[in-house]
């Protein structure tokens, strides 16, 4: 008997992102990884070489603009993350 796939998603989804909690070790990852990836992708655009077609560079410019972008958010993650585990460790201690 075929059962459609869609019967077994929920309408509604009990996720609730305020809940998400990341560890310390995470978040400094997380951090690290970003701070990488803007030194790595910056370099890179530092490091062309002249004599290309313009079509190279306007891909590895596309490539290292949404590269930063993505590097920012992990960061951004990150440092939440980070902050949120102080606040509950705050928490955890007085209570």
Do not use: C, Q
């Amino acid at each position: 008997m075929f059962i459609p796939m869609w019967r077994h998603i929920p309408r509604w989804s009990s996720f609730d992102a305020r809940e998400v909690h990341v560890s310390r070790k995470i978040a400094g990852f997380l951090i690290i990884l970003g701070a990488f990836m803007i030194f790595e992708w910056v370099n890179l655009g530092f490091n062309l070489a002249d004599g290309h077609p313009t079509s190279f560079y306007v891909v590895h410019g596309i490539l290292i603009a949404v590269n930063i972008v993505l590097a920012i958010v992990l960061g951004v993650i990150g440092w939440r993350g980070l902050r949120g585990a102080r606040v509950r460790g705050r928490k955890g201690d007085a209570g």
